[in-house]
């Protein structure tokens, strides 16, 4: 079992910045790639942005610029440095990792965070 925790949501105000965590823990696995997913009230959950072991990074166009996506393998931590942030980036932010266990039935296994909530707004 796989836990994810996200840390670093908040209040800030249009134009700012906030730099989100998430960091994946447990037994008999191996991350293969992290993500940022987020859903705004009233929609969709959308993508935001991956990261894969091997560093190959993947925006959604509404944030490419803006949103940077790093990682720690040796942490299995994950970082989203948003920056010029805007009041439609308000939302839920949930990490992603999609594991790949290293105990029978060895398989690739997605997981998800709670989530933290981002709020723009002056």
């Known amino acids: 079992q796989v836990q994810l925790v996200e840390s670093g949501g908040g209040l800030v105000q249009p134009g700012g910045s906030l730099r989100l965590s998430c960091a994946a823990s447990?037994?008999?696995?191996?991350?293969?790639?992290m993500g940022w997913y987020r859903q705004a009230p009233g929609k969709e959950r959308e993508f935001v942005a991956s990261i894969m072991r091997s560093g190959g990074t993947n925006y959604a166009d509404s944030v490419k610029g803006r949103f940077t996506i790093s990682g720690d393998t040796a942490k299995n931590t994950v970082y989203l440095q948003m920056n010029s942030l805007k009041s439609e980036d308000t939302a839920v932010y949930y990490c992603?990792?999609?594991?790949?266990?290293?105990?029978?039935?060895?398989?690739?296994?997605?997981?998800w965070g709670k989530g933290t909530l981002v709020t723009i707004s002056s």
């Open positions: 992603n990792a999609v594991v790949l266990t290293t105990i029978p039935p060895v398989r690739y296994m997605p997981y």
């Open positions: 447990g037994s008999a696995f191996s991350v293969n790639a």
